[in-house]
C-alpha cells in the first residue's frame, strides 16, 4: 500500500487506480506462454514471470516477444533451452500532451539460465531501487514535475491544475533512481525545470510501497 503525502496541508490517504491514462494490459494471444518451443536436441524450460511494477512490461525472449503483464499479473512460459536471453521493458506514461515521460528503467537484460523457477519484476534491480510517483495537484496553478538527483534535474512531466469544481490534476511519472540526494519537485510552468520550486526530499520518497516503489503525492502549494 502507498500513502499520499501532502505539501502544505495535513496528509489524507488516496485511492487511485490505473497507470497513467489506465493503461489496460492482457497477455499476448500470440505469445509463445505455455506452449513447447523445443527443437531437435533441446529439452523445455519453465518458469513464472509476475510483475510488480505499476508500469506495464513488456517480455521478450531472444528478441521475441511473448508476453505483456499489468501490474500484479503473472504468466508461466515455456522455452527451449537453447534460448539465451529474457529482456523486459517498462511502459512509459504519457504527459498532458500525450507524449511519454522518459524514465530510468530501460531494457532489462537476464540470461535465461540464470532463472531458476521464478522471475519476480521489481523496483530494485541489480541492487538499484526506483521509484515511481502518482502526483494530484490541489492548487490552481499548473506545474512542471522535476526529479533531481543530487547534480541534475530530469523534467518528468506537465502536472495540470485542478479544476473548477475541485478536481485535482494529476500526473504519473516514469522511475526513477533513488538516490541519496533525490528530490520531486514541483516547478513554476514554463520554467523548464529551474527556478523557484517546492520539493518533497528523499525522507519521503523512502516511503514507497515495497515492489512497485510507488508514492502517492499531492501539491497543496504552487511554487
Known amino acids: 500500500m502507498a500513502y499520499e503525502v501532502r505539501l502544505g496541508q495535513p496528509d489524507r490517504r488516496a485511492l487511485?487506480?490505473?497507470?497513467?491514462?489506465?493503461?489496460?494490459?492482457?497477455?499476448?494471444?500470440?505469445?509463445?506462454?505455455?506452449?513447447?518451443?523445443?527443437?531437435?536436441?533441446?529439452?523445455?524450460?519453465?518458469?513464472?514471470?509476475?510483475?510488480?511494477?505499476?508500469?506495464?512490461?513488456?517480455?521478450?525472449?531472444?528478441?521475441?516477444?511473448?508476453?505483456?503483464?499489468?501490474?500484479?499479473?503473472?504468466?508461466?512460459l515455456t522455452v527451449s533451452s537453447s534460448a539465451q536471453w529474457l529482456t523486459w521493458t517498462s511502459a512509459k506514461p504519457a504527459g498532458a500532451d500525450g507524449a511519454p515521460i522518459p524514465d530510468h528503467i530501460g531494457e532489462v537484460k537476464i540470461p535465461v539460465s540464470g532463472i531458476?523457477?521464478?522471475?519476480?519484476?521489481?523496483?530494485?534491480?541489480?541492487?538499484?531501487?526506483?521509484v515511481?510517483?502518482?502526483?494530484?495537484?490541489?492548487?490552481?496553478?499548473?506545474?512542471?514535475?522535476?526529479?533531481?538527483?543530487?547534480?541534475?534535474?530530469?523534467?518528468?512531466?506537465?502536472?495540470?491544475?485542478?479544476?473548477?469544481?475541485?478536481?485535482?490534476?494529476?500526473?504519473?511519472?516514469?522511475?526513477?533512481?533513488?538516490?541519496?540526494?533525490?528530490e520531486v519537485r514541483a516547478y513554476r510552468d514554463g520554467s523548464h525545470c529551474s527556478g523557484t520550486y517546492v520539493a518533497w526530499p528523499g525522507s519521503i520518497l523512502k516511503g514507497y510501497a515495497a515492489n512497485s516503489g510507488l508514492l502517492l503525492l499531492t501539491l497543496d502549494t504552487a511554487p
Do not use: W
Open 132 to 182: 515511481t510517483a502518482r502526483i494530484f495537484n490541489a492548487t490552481r496553478a499548473q506545474v512542471v514535475i522535476g526529479v533531481f538527483d543530487g547534480y541534475d534535474v530530469a523534467c518528468a512531466g506537465v502536472l495540470p491544475a485542478a479544476t473548477s469544481d475541485g478536481t485535482s490534476g494529476l500526473v504519473q511519472i516514469g522511475y526513477y533512481r533513488l538516490l541519496p540526494a533525490t
Open 16 to 76: 487511485v487506480r490505473g497507470f497513467g491514462a489506465g493503461i489496460v494490459v492482457t497477455l499476448l494471444a500470440s505469445c509463445l506462454g505455455a506452449r513447447d518451443t523445443t527443437g531437435p536436441g533441446d529439452f523445455p524450460i519453465h518458469f513464472q514471470v509476475t510483475n510488480d511494477l505499476v508500469a506495464p512490461v513488456t517480455v521478450r525472449i531472444d528478441g521475441t516477444p511473448v508476453a505483456i503483464l499489468s501490474s500484479g499479473k503473472g504468466t508461466a
Open 116 to 130: 531458476s523457477g521464478l522471475l519476480e519484476i521489481r523496483n530494485v534491480i541489480a541492487d538499484q531501487t526506483y
